[in-house]
């Protein structure tokens, strides 16, 4: 993947990719400020700012002004808030990818951020916030993070809490703006049919005069709880288990290990998981698991949906399988299987455009550049069987491991002692 990067005068980054044989143009804006910037006065201002920086600008004044400029085009622009970066994109026709750096722009250079919006859209974030607290198979998420980060903001929830959100105001908003959108935090990628010179010319002139300033600093990732598990009582016909263990930030060695290991464990209708607890023992419908890494930490999380009397059986069940890549090597054809699979996804993915920019900017925000997809390739093939042991040993220990489950609370009581004899467990209704 061929690529040119140019970093403007306030350090705001540039990275385009020509793809002639498209006919689209994608654009990913990323901003290095997510919901880890926050504090607990403020939890939840980089997902509402996201959402308020769609409802009107200097050049296009009300929310649907701005959808209207792209998707009349027969293109989309969307965002998304995560804990370490609030992500901007757009997909349009090729001919039209100068509309859409436009809205973009603007969404970041002159957002009008007004009062009566900001009080009409705490309504609707609340309903946000309160839809995934209801759902149970999004709640045990959250509380596998508070036990994995406590009382941190990697450990919350990214929408932020209800009695916080309610409370915000537009000079609020402004100000976390001002501070965390510094420009050399802002990464800019674009990939389709278009010339490099001429898109880094145009991102210069939308965003080049942005004034240069110190970023948000962040708080170390802490240490995981003291608390092993946390148990929420709640009615329903089903109990949902994630088991997690603390991994390694995105820039370290294992990273890629890790993801290896995933793959064989919890990814896809071929993983180990979902053969032995959906195939073989129909314990689950939805049953998977997955890795993250963050700058200075990580974390692999097994989820499970189970009817509640088969909740222990589902997580000695999911715990053998974690066993088994300790005490046991992958075999060569597993491993070879997963080999393609990784670097399957990563050639789909760069298939598109969308794909190609949101890995150009991606990988430039996290890891300062951007490594080939043979370079990747390489490295997927360079692992052996005895690596992915290594770090189950390693970082998949049973000591070490994390239990929250959301579910009837007569069956749920009985998980935390299943792995971890005399762990502290918090229960709560």
Known sequence: MEYERATLSNGLRVLVSEMPETRSVSLALYVGVGSRAETK???????????MVFKGTAKRPSAPEISQAVESLG???????????????????????????????????????????????????????RMYRDQPQDRVHTLIDELLYPDHPLGWEVAGREKVVSE??????????????APDRIVVALAGKLDAKEAIAAVE???????????????????????RTRMLGKRGEQAHLCIGWRGVPQGHPDKFIIDMLNAVLGEGMS??????????????????????????????????GVAPKRAAEALTTA????????????GDAELERVRDFAKGRIELRLEDTRGVSSWLAGQEMFLGRVRS?????????????????????QYLRTELCYIAAVGPRATIATLGTTATEDAPMEIAS
């Open 41 to 51: 006065l403020n939890a939840g201002t980089s997902h509402f700012l996201e959402h």
């Open 168 to 181: 915000l105001t537009a000079e609020g908003l402004r100000g976390f703006m001002e501070r965390g959108y």
């Open 75 to 129: 293109g989309v622009v969307n965002a998304s808030t995560d804990k370490e970066v609030t992500v901007f994109w757009s997909r349009v026709p090729a001919r039209h990818y100068l509309v859409a750096l436009d809205v973009i722009a603007d969404m970041i250079r002159a957002p009008m951020l007004r009062e009566i919006d900001v009080s009409s859209e705490k309504r609707v974030v609340v309903e946000e916030i």
């Open 205 to 227: 002139a939308q965003l080049g005069d942005l004034a240069p300033r110190a970023a948000i600093p962040l708080k170390p990732a802490p240490p995981p709880s003291a608390t």
């Open 373 to 393: 997809v043979e370079e990747v390739c390489a490295i997927v093939d360079s692992i052996g069987a005895d690596d992915i042991q290594r770090v189950a040993r």
């Open 271 to 304: 993983s180990r998981l979902f053969l032995e607890l959906r195939e073989k023992r129909a314990l689950a419908y939805d049953v998977h698991s997955y890795d993250a890494n963050y700058s200075d930490a990580g974390h692999l999380i097994i989820y499970a």
């Open 319 to 330: 715990l053998t399988e974690v066993a088994r890549l300790r005490d046991e090597p992958v």
